[in-house]
C-alpha cells in the first residue's frame, strides 16, 4: 500500500528540527550528507586506531597492555552517557553548530593523543572521544536526514552510516599499517587531520539547521514509553551483544577453526569490510519499505553466519562464506536499527537515538564480557553459538512483537524512487 508522501516541514517538524531544505536535494546539499560520513569515518578509525597499536602506544606511555586497554573502554563507556546528556545540554542550539563542535572534538582528542606525554594526557584524549562518539551518534543521523528531501532520507542515512564499513575496510587498517612504519603518535595525527579536514567541510557546506524546540530530560523518557521503540532497545541489547560476543574473535576464528594463514585472514577481513558496504546500503533500500523486515533480515544472516562458522569444516571456501553473510549483516545492522529507532519515535528522533546510542554501548561491553567469559571457558566455537543464540533472541524479538511497525511515508517513498 502506498501512503502519501509527507511535506519537507513535516518530516522536519517529526524529527525536531525546523523546516529549511527545499524540495529538491543539490548537490550541495549530498556534498553536506557526504561531509558527515566521512566524520563518520574519522570517527570509527579513531575509536578502534589503538586495538592495532595497542602494544606500541603501551610501551610509549610505559604501561602495561591490559592498562593501555583502557583506551578503548573509557570512550565507550562515556559515550553510553554522553548521547542523553548532550541532546539535552544542546537545547536549541543549531544542529549545525552541534556538528562542527563535534568534530572540533574529533580534531583535538587525536592530536591531544598524537602529542600525549604520558598515559593520564591520552586518556584525556580518549575522553574527548567519548563525548565525540556519544554525541555524534545522536545527532548525525537526524542531521543527515534533515539535509534532503523526504524521498532522499533513506538513502542519506545509508551514506551517513557507510562511514563505519569505510572505516572497517580503509580507516582502521591503514592506521596500523601508518602506526608501524612511522609510530602510533604518526597515526593519531594523520587521523587528525583528516578530521580537521572534516571541520573544514562541514563549516563550509552545512546549512544552518535550528530545531523546532529544545529536548527536556523528561522527552528522554518518550522512546520508553513508546512500544515499538521498547522492542527496538530490547532487540539492539540482544542484537549487538550477539554480534561483540563474537566479533572480537573474528581473526582467531580464521586462523584456528579453519586453518587459515595470515595473508589469506588478512584478504577475508579486508572481504568483510567491503561486504559491509554493500550490506549498508541494501539496508538503507529496506528500511525504506520495512524497518521490520530490515532489522530480521540482519538478524537472520548474522546468526547464520554464527551457526555455520562453528559448523562446517575448515578451509578458504568456508570461511569466505562465512565472511561474507557476517559482513552483509554487519552493513545492515546499525541501518536498520537507526531507521527503526528514527520510525519508532518520529517526534522525538534525537531523544531515540541517545537512547540507542547508550543501548549500543551497554551491549557492546556486556557482548565482549560474555565472549572473553565463554571463548576462556569453552573455546572459539561455542562462542560462536552462544553468540548465535543472543541474535536469535533479537529475531524472535523484532518477528513476534515489532508486527506492527509500519514504514513511515517518507521513507516508503525513497524506497519508490530507488
Not at 554493500?278 to 521490520?292: D, K, Q
Not at 543464540?389 to 524472535?396: D, G, H, S, W
Request: aromatic content about 6%.
Amino acid at each position: 500500500m502506498n501512503a502519501p508522501c509527507t511535506t519537507c516541514e513535516e518530516v522536519a517538524l517529526a524529527s525536531g528540527a525546523a523546516p529549511a531544505r527545499s524540495v529538491e536535494a543539490s548537490r550541495a546539499t549530498w556534498l553536506g550528507v557526504g561531509s558527515i560520513a566521512v566524520g563518520t569515518f574519522a570517527m570509527v578509525t579513531t575509536e578502534f586506531l589503538p586495538i592495532g597499536l595497542l602494544t606500541d602506544i603501551a610501551t610509549g606511555l610505559r604501561v602495561s597492555d591490559g592498562t593501555a586497554g583502557l583506551m578503548v573502554t573509557i570512550p565507550g563507556v562515556l559515550a553510553a552517557f554522553a548521547g542523553p546528556a548532550l541532546i539535552v545540554a544542546a537545547g536549541r542550539l543549531d544542529r549545525r553548530t552541534v556538528m562542527i563542535a563535534l568534530s572540533a572534538l574529533l580534531v583535538a582528542s587525536n592530536f591531544l593523543a598524537a602529542l600525549a606525554p604520558d598515559f593520564a594526557t591520552m586518556l584525556v584524549a580518549r575522553l574527548l572521544l567519548g563525548l565525540c562518539i556519544g554525541g555524534f551518534w545522536t545527532f548525525a543521523p537526524g542531521a543527515g536526514t534533515q539535509l534532503v528531501p523526504p524521498a532522499s532520507q533513506a538513502r542519506a542515512m545509508s551514506v551517513v552510516l557507510a562511514g563505519i564499513s569505510g572505516a572497517t575496510v580503509f580507516g582502521v587498517p591503514l592506521s596500523a599499517f601508518l602506526g608501524t612504519l612511522a609510530g602510533w603518535r604518526a597515526a593519531f595525527a594523520v587521523t587528525g587531520v583528516l578530521a580537521a579536514v572534516v571541520l573544514l567541510m562541514q563549516i563550509w557546506l552545512l546549512p544552518p539547521m535550528p530545531p523546532a524546540r529544545a529536548i527536556r530530560p523528561r522527552d528522554l523518557l518518550t522512546p520508553l514509553t513508546r512500544r515499538m521503540a521498547q522492542v527496538g532497545l530490547l532487540a539492539v541489547l540482544f542484537l549487538i551483544a550477539g554480534h561483540f560476543a563474537a566479533y572480537t574473535y573474528l581473526k582467531p576464528l580464521l586462523q584456528q577453526n579453519f586453518g587459515l594463514g595470515p595473508d589469506a585472514v588478512t584478504t577475508l577481513l579486508l572481504v568483510y569490510g567491503a561486504t559491509g558496504f554493500v550490506g549498508t546500503f541494501f539496508g538503507g533500500s529496506l528500511v525504506a519499505r520495512s524497518v521490520r523486515v530490515a532489522a530480521l533480515t540482519a538478524a537472520v544472516l548474522l546468526a547464520g553466519a554464527l551457526v555455520l562458522s562453528a559448523l562446517i569444516g575448515g578451509g578458504l571456501v568456508g570461511g569466505a562464506a562465512v565472511v561474507v553473510i557476517w559482513g552483509v549483516a554487519f552493513g545492515l545492522i546499525p541501518v536498520a536499527l537507526t531507521g527503526w529507532m528514527m520510525q519508532a519515535v518520529p517526534d522525538a528522533q534525537e531523544a531515540g537515538q541517545a537512547l540507542l546510542v547508550s543501548g549500543f554501548q551497554v551491549a557492546i561491553a556486556s557482548g565482549s564480557l560474555i565472549g572473553g567469559l565463554v571463548v576462556d571457558g569453552a573455546g572459539i566455537s561455542s562462542t560462536m553459538l552462544v553468540s548465535a543464540a543472543l541474535v536469535m533472541v533479537a529475531a524472535v524479538v523484532v518477528g513476534a512483537l515489532g508486527r506492527a511497525q509500519r514504514p513511515r511515508p517518507a521513507l516508503q517513498a525513497s524506497a519508490e524512487g530507488s
